[in-house]
Each structure stands twice: as C-alpha cells, then as structure tokens.
C-alpha cells in the first residue's frame, strides 16, 4: 500500500512527536518532582493511586481534577486578561520548543527560517516575563502585585547573562544554525567546549523559570504563588503548575541542541528514508532534555530560597562576571579553534 | 552570598547536590503504609481501657484523678455506680488505671480507635468488659519496628498482626461481692 505523501511530512511527524512527547515528558517530571523530593525529606510521595507505578497516575488524577474544577474568575480581576494570559501563556511557552529542529530532517520550520530558530526560541521565552506581570496586573490583589513586581526585577537578573552565555556559545560554534551547531559538537558537547556558559545557562535557566533556589516570584512562603495567587481549575493548571514546566521544557531542549550536544552521536539520514533514525536522533533530544529537566526540578529538594536582592546582587555581580568570562572564553575558541 | 567565601558557597552548593543524590539513589523512607503495616509497640503503649465491674468497688477514684472528667459514674441496676469512659476526652494517660486500688481497670495496648458518632465515643461498664473489635480493613496487616543498623535507620517487618489480646489480669485480689 502506497503511504500518501501528507502522511510523511517531517513537519506533521515534528509537530505529533514534539507534542506527544513534551505532554509525557510533562506528566513524569512533574511525578519525578514530587517524588525526588518525597525521597530526599524520607516521604514515599505519591503512592497510593497506582502503588506498582510508583504512583505514577496521581499526575492524571490531579488533571483530571484541575480540569473538573469549577472556573473562579474573582471580582475584583480583569477579566479578559484573567482569561486570556493564562492559554497565552502556555502558547508562548510552547511555541519555542517548534522553531528547533529535532533531527536534521525533521523540523517544523524550513530552511531560511530555520536558521533563526533558536534566536526566535530566545525571543518568545524571554516574553513569559511580560505574560506573567500581566497576570499580575490582571488578578488584582497585594500578593499577585508583589509577585508581578518581583517577576519584573529578576527578569533584570537572568537576561542579560542567558543571552550573553547562548552568545557565547555562537561565537564558539561560529554559526547560530542549530543544525550546524549540533554537527559542530558530533565529538565534544557544547557544555565541555564552554563550561562558564553552560554554568550561566543553568543559573539563568533556573531564574527564569522560578526553580528553585530562585523560585522567588512565586513563592508559597512568601507571596502565596504570587501572580498566580487567584488562579484556580484550569488556569492554574496552564500556569503555575503546568506552564512553567512547559517553559522549563523549551528552555532545556534549548540547552540540549546547544550544550549537550543534541542528537550528536546519531547522524541520521534523509528523512523518508531513515524514518526510524530521525526518530531515534529526536528521541535522544528528547532524553537529554529530560535529564536537564531532572536536574532543574532536582534543586527544589536541596536548595533554600534567596532573597530577591541576594539574587539581584548574586546576578548583577557573579552570573554576569561569570557571563563575560565565557565570551572571553569563546572568543578565545573563536581564534584560536 | 554576602559575606562568605565564593569557595565556600560552591562548597556549600557541591555539597548539598551531593547529598540529595545520595538520598535520591538510596533514600531513608520511614514512612509506615497504615492500613497495611501497623508500627509494633511491643505491649509498650497506653491503649483502651477495660473494667471488670466485678472487682469494682464504686470508690471513684479513677473518675476524681482523670485530668480530663472523661470518667462518669454510671448507675447500674445493682445499686451500684460504675467507671465509664468518653473516649473524647480520653488522653489515654491511664491515671485511673494506676490510681485503681482494685484493680478493676485493666490497660490494652489498642490504640486504633475509630467512631463514626459522638455517640459511640461514650463508653458505659457494661461496654467496658470487652476490648472493641477492631476490623482489619486490609486482609494482610503487618507489624513493623524502626530500627538501627548499618548507620541507617531502617523498617523492619515482623510479621503478620495477630489479634489483639487483653493483657493477663493483674494479681488477684478478693472480689467485692456485689
């Protein structure tokens, strides 16, 4: 039987596997979250709604609630905004994670475009920061304002180092192509080529999307989830507890295709051809953020929370040293390689 | 941040990411699954409290030392008054079993009390006799203990629960006639 040509589209296979495979890789860390942190205070976590998963359908259990509850808009909250950021929200988060290629084939954007991919990807995560002052602006009490304010202030604290150390990282690779960065790091990863970057890239990543030790906008302890604080049902299943785990996704496939190394060791070829090799190279990509992503939610379970002018200071003066000394690095790399 | 010594914060951050890996490979989970495993006290908990009215002599003792009036004195057909127990106010501190001269009160070590009423909470003599029937909700319940070996703390199963036994009766003494 002939396969129609539609069928074999890398641009339908990049959209199908990048949405399925974010969605799994969603649901499980947010179930490693839990659970690494359950082992770490000497708790069990989440158990008794599938004892022999290891409690692994909570994450569907705890959906399925998010989407049943009743929708609270409150009185006092502008509504369209209250209504409108929170898909925003998840949109802009998502969106990035589509502008990069997967495997050399397999892509959703095509060539010209593609070439800009992660500078597009950089672009509309470093716009969450607008989303979430907004969300701030649009729930309308003291706490959601804090939040909003303190989301508005770290975002000064982690820009200009993330996007100082991707910088880096293309001036070592002396293209910001992700399919020639990828083929540019097929026998040493990025993060060995520029540790400081890489560093950076995790100090920043962190700040950016509230991991902790920086999970400082929205803290239960002291703004009660800050900008999210109205948020209830569905909206806070967009936002704060599913949202951001989508942004932390974008972010780490991000570091994957430019730190570590992204489908390196696999060379696939054309894509109808070496169907199974485009998908084992994307599936590689996809471990690799996932184990970038474990290491992110990792942190909630050891680190304190600082202060947000501790973070401002820590990042004005040691991320951003450190942010140069890794273009001074590149540029070294830049002649001397 | 301010203050320390940059050596020392890597330090510091090395150090606390090593140790929530060594906790996240090999935790330390204490944590005991009630319905399934119960913790074993060894005899070694003060639980419900039992009476044998017929070694009861009405002195009210128990219902005078009982640091929350949980004790009240009911009347019985005999002419007599006899120790009864709101298990709502009971602390389970066992002072009136101590203070008994007669030993009429007897300890358990039954601590899995449930009631679905108010009701139910308060106990008369006539319900004291006989420690309550406590329904296993699973059909295998385990004992386990905590213990300490190999520098780590560590569950322990013992075994299957057996059924709960009423402590032997304490020395005899002359039974008042009633």
Known sequence: MEIPSWLLSPRLWDFLFDGVVSTLILLTIVWAERKIAARVQMRVGPLHVSPRLGGYFQLIADAVRFVMQEVIITVDSYRVLFVALPPLFVALALMPSFMVPLSPYLALLSRPSLHYGIIMALAVLFYLFIIVVGMGWAVNNRFAYIG???????????????LDAF???????????????????TYIVGALYNPLAFIVYIIGVAMATSRFPFEIADYEGDVATGPYSDFSSIFLALTYAGGIYIALFSYSLLGALVFLGGWAPIAPGPWPADLWGNLAAAAWVMIKTFILMLFFVFLRSVMPVARLDHTLSFSWRWVLTIAVAATAVSAAEYFLL | MAGQKVGEAIRAVLDVIGLGLKYTLRPERLTIYYPYEVPDYMG????????????????????????????????????????????????MCHYCIDACPTYALYPTDMRDLAFYRHEDMMYTPDMMRKPPQVPKLVPQVVKVVHEYSGGRVVKVRLGELGEHKPLPPAPSVPVVES
């Open chain 1, 148 to 162: 909003a304010a303190r989301e508005a202030l770290i975002i000064t604290a982690y820009e200009i180092p993330l």
């Open chain 1, 167 to 185: 910088a880096s990282m293309f001036l070592t690779y002396r293209t910001i192509d992700p399919i020639e960065i990828v083929a540019k790091q």
């Open chain 2, 44 to 91: 070694r908990v003060r639980g419900w409290i039992g009476l044998w009215t017929e070694r009861c002599t009405s002195c009210m003792i128990c219902a005078r030392i009982c640091p929350t009036n949980a004790i009240k004195m009911y009347m019985e057909k005999n002419g007599r008054r006899y120790p009864g127990i709101d298990y709502g106010r009971c602390i």
